[in-house]
């Protein structure tokens, strides 16, 4: 699967930006997908994923409440809106999608577990 990423940019504390992640090369609905951040020498963390039958959306904690993932499985496209943004929101932003198999629940949060990411978008928050 190939993914593009878009959609960051340059925002004050208390904005919004919605991250894009268009798919290709197979059925978007046939597999899980997820968005990570990174920011400098910072491991890559969890944000958010969906699992390939939509039914089950996670979050990580630091996130809960201010981001929202979903997809459009008619464009190929999974998104991350990102409200009440927050300086230490700032961070290279990855989705990624696992094509290997259902990902088991206990390693949704876990990078390895994808095989397949996007190149990435930055997203700078500023106080």
């Known amino acids: 699967v190939q993914l593009q990423a878009s959609g960051g940019g340059l925002v004050q504390a208390g904005g919004s930006l919605r991250l894009s992640c268009a798919a290709s090369?197979?059925?978007?609905?046939?597999?899980?997908m997820g968005w990570f951040r990174q920011a400098p020498g910072n491991e890559r963390e969890f944000v958010a994923a969906?699992?390939?039958?939509?039914?089950?959306?996670y979050y990580a904690d630091s996130v809960k409440g201010r981001f929202t993932i979903s997809r459009d499985n008619a464009k190929n496209t999974a998104y991350l809106q990102m409200n009440s943004l927050k300086p230490e929101d700032t961070a290279v932003y990855y989705c990624?999608?696992?094509?290997?198999?259902?990902?088991?629940?206990?390693?949704?949060?876990?990078?390895?577990?994808?095989?397949?990411w996007g190149q990435g978008t930055q997203v700078t928050v500023s106080s």
């Open positions: 969906f699992r390939r039958s939509g039914s089950q959306i």
């Open positions: 990624a999608a696992g094509t290997r198999g259902r990902i088991i629940t206990t390693a949704v949060r876990n990078p390895g577990a994808y095989n397949d």
């Open positions: 090369g197979r059925t978007f609905s046939s597999y899980d």
